[in-house]
């Protein structure tokens, strides 16, 4: 940072909601006269601990605020957004950082802006364990000001990804459903293999065929393999599924697999196209995927 950086001033912050995001962060920062809120009492009686300043109630801590950080549970985003609308100065900036759908982000960005404050939607995308270095994107009308803003705050790794709310948390969301989708495979796959006594051998098969490879041409072989082969590959996950529920061990994600496997191998795709583009508007263009 140079020196004409570091004398610059740096905006107000305040802290909404002080769960793990917002105790890393204040853990890992050296804001000067940063606020925070929570509703929970015990909570807030742990930040000027750590450097946070309290307020009487939520109204003070926003009052002076240049930057807001929401960062409540997904369940509360919106209305936090909705309820803290009315303390907010003009032209301040809130910056909804929680994991939530795309519509819900655009709706607090409709309350946020009707009374005159830059909303950015802003998505985390690693555990915060990493502190201010951990990857965020954001989108937003105001996402450049916002990639300043973040910087300039000491976080060292954001990147705008365009200027409409939702797409940072459709990036989220959308990643989340693969990686979230594997832990939940995880838990099914080795309490099954360990009630029947073979997780080392599973585990060792599943060692002796992974390979390093892209996820677009993951992607791209799998839906392959699910268009050509789904019928026989869901047959095998029926029984796949009854083992499961034989062992009385949940089958959910298996039940979820079958599904998925029945209804692409429906589309009767037996020449896919070359492409992973082409797939996917293939498969879009079909009645069961709402096409014509």
């Not at 047959?235 to 959910?252: C, D, H, P, Q």
């Amino acid at each position: 940072m140079s020196a004409k950086d570091s004398d610059r001033k740096l905006p107000n912050v305040a802290l909404i909601g002080f769960g793990e995001v917002g105790e890393t962060f204040a853990r890992n920062v050296q804001w000067q006269g940063v606020k925070g809120w929570d509703i929970l009492a015990e909570r807030r009686a742990i930040m000027p601990g750590l450097g946070v300043a309290l307020g009487e109630d939520c109204g003070e801590v926003l009052a002076t605020a240049d930057v807001i950080l929401s960062l409540v549970t997904a369940d509360q985003a919106l209305d936090a957004a909705r309820e803290y609308a009315p303390y907010l100065p003009q032209e301040a900036m809130w910056l909804d950082m929680n994991s939530v759908a795309p519509q819900t982000k655009a709706m607090a960005a409709e309350a946020v802006e009707a009374v005159n404050v830059r909303f950015v939607d802003v998505a985390i995308m690693a555990p915060v364990d990493e502190g201010l270095s951990v990857p965020m994107l954001v989108s937003g009308n105001k996402a450049d000001e916002a990639v300043e803003t973040l910087t300039a705050l000491g976080f060292t790794d954001v990147r705008s990804v365009g200027s409409t709310v939702g797409r940072a948390s459709a990036i989220k969301l959308c990643r989340s459903i693969m990686v979230k989708g594997i832990e939940a495979l995880t838990a099914e796959m080795v309490l099954a293999s360990s009630q029947a006594g073979v997780l080392d051998e599973v585990l060792a098969s599943l060692d002796a065929s992974e390979k390093p490879v892209e996820w677009a041409e993951r992607a791209d072989y799998n839906l392959n393999r699910m268009l050509k082969h789904g019928g026989r590959r869901a047959a095998e996950m029926i029984e796949a599924a009854e083992m499961l529920r034989a062992m009385g061990t949940s089958a959910a994600m298996s039940d979820q697999t079958v599904a998925w496997h029945e209804q692409l191998g429906g589309l009767e795709m037996t020449d896919p196209p070359e492409t992973l583009s082409a797939k996917l508007k293939k498969i879009r263009a079909t009645p069961e995927f709402g096409g014509e």
